[in-house]
């Protein structure tokens, strides 16, 4: 069977990516801000909120991986829950966008039980859609090729809801932001729905686990063997979520550090523009790179750009305070190293397959995909528990103007803990994980004597 990956088949994966991200975007950039300047929630309980939906996540994404590994139908194991997922997602989207619709305790209520059923419903459609990626071929090249097409269109609905996102909520709601999120949801979800059956259509599985062995339906039991026994997994979940952890606190926190700490709100839609060009860039420049350069040294150039950015921004405070073109150039550094990050982490997640494989002799694509639904997810929610948190330590009240202390605090939020985090994620890149290249026997083997001799001298 041919490992090579047709070209509908990429653009109907693509455009998979692009409705179901425009389905995760506005939460990530956006919820944190509708809970608290349009619903009236407290910034404290939103954090909260969004972290306690994170460790309900630590258990049902593996749970859905298990699921999902354990299908057999004849439109195979992942297709049919990315359409029911989708489904169930797209409406629980719209209830969220609800949330401002109701007060008192109903209000905190409501969006508690709206978030973390929003968070359960997006896992059933996001663990299979990324687990489809080994599974179209076993060609690490063919592989580096077609995690471009999904990462840029998922690119470019995060660009069009970062630099658009205000605007056409405004436009839907004729002034009113209550009305207008609640409209960009019903429209979002009209075209999540519509790429869910696109894929369904066109996106076929043809990797097949190589023994019987690897064959064998899961327990939710094999979960704990199937994480505990790999180490590259783990390595990568460090790796990761401390990415994304900083990836995701600069987004959540950019509205307000433009808002309310240089007081030029109008520039929030420009980093956001520039930064969302940058990282198609970076997803579209990703295959060169990796042709071009040792892919041991991509997640440190990835790393390096988001850690440039905020050496950037802590420059312009001193020397330009709201510089357009430093913000500009500092958007791109982030977004630009975010867009080579997506893509290689998701080749390294196929490579983890392959060796879990090697490892425990099962072949389990949705459980290890499941983690990387898990990480992003608690990245958010993390970062938005920081947020939140963070925003109520500095003294944060929504549409005033801030006292001194609360601007620094914002500052140190959007530029200083980010940039700790991205050198956190490279020193674990560095240090543990070995599978730079792909996943090959030997070559693993030679990695890990070589680490333990480095850790006995």
Request: glycine letters at 10%; proline letters at 3%; charged letters at 15%.
């Amino acid at each position: 069977m041919s490992n090579e990956i047709t070209l509908q088949t990429k653009l109907s994966y693509g455009l998979g990516a692009l409705g179901k991200d425009f389905g995760c975007a506005p939460i990530y950039i956006f919820l944190m801000f509708y809970f608290t300047d349009v619903a009236g929630l407290s910034a404290a309980f939103v954090g909260t909120i969004f972290l306690a939906a994170r460790i309900i996540d630590a258990i049902t994404d593996p749970m859905m991986g298990v699921i999902v590994d354990n299908t057999r139908s004849k439109f195979g194991k992942f297709r049919p829950w990315i359409v029911i997922g989708t489904l169930l997602n797209a409406v629980v989207l719209v209830g969220l966008f609800s949330t401002h619709m109701f007060e008192g305790t109903t209000l905190y209520i409501y969006a508690a039980g709206a978030y973390i059923l929003w968070g359960l419903t997006y896992t059933i459609v996001d663990v299979p859609y990324w687990s489809l990626i080994p599974a179209l071929s076993s060609s690490r090249q063919e592989r580096e090729k077609l995690v471009v097409w999904p990462r840029l269109f998922a690119s470019l609905a995060w660009f069009i809801t970062g630099t658009y996102g205000l605007h056409i909520v405004g436009e839907l709601g004729n002034g009113n932001q209550g009305d207008g999120f609640f409209n960009v949801a019903m429209l979002i979800a009209v075209l999540f729905v519509m790429s869910a059956f696109l894929i369904a259509r066109n996106v076929k599985e043809k990797v097949a686990p190589v023994n019987a062995e690897a064959a064998k339906k899961f327990s939710f039991k094999d979960v704990l063997t199937i994480i505990g026994k790999n180490d590259q997994l783990k390595a990568l979940i460090g790796t990761v979520l401390s990415f994304q952890i900083a990836s995701l606190l600069v987004g959540g926190f950019a509205i307000y550090y433009f808002t309310y700490a240089l007081g030029k709100a109008e520039l929030f839609p420009v980093y956001m523009a520039v930064s969302g060009a940058a990282e198609v860039a970076g997803v579209f420049l990703f295959p060169r790179l990796a042709a071009f350069l040792p892919r041991k040294f991509l997640w440190t150039i990835a790393c390096g750009f988001p850690v440039l950015s905020c050496v950037l921004l802590l420059l312009m405070g001193f020397v330009a305070p709201a510089n357009v073109l430093m913000i500009g150039v500092a958007g791109a550094a982030i977004k630009f190293g975010v867009g080579i990050a997506n893509a290689l982490q998701t080749v390294m997640l196929a490579d983890v397959v392959d060796y879990g494989e090697y490892k425990t002799g099962r072949r389990s694509e949705s459980v290890i995909f499941s983690v990387q639904t898990m990480l992003v997810k608690f990245a958010g929610a993390a970062g938005g528990f920081i947020v939140g948190v963070g925003l109520s330590v500095v003294g944060y009240v929504p549409n005033i103007v801030q006292s001194e202390s609360t601007i620094i605090g914002l500052e140190f939020m959007m530029i200083g803990v980010p940039a700790i985090m991205m050198t956190i994620s490279c020193l674990i890149y560095q240090r543990y994980y070995h599978l730079h290249e792909g996943f090959n026997k030997e070559e693993v083997k030679s990695a890990i004597l070589e680490q333990r001799i480095q850790t006995e001298s």
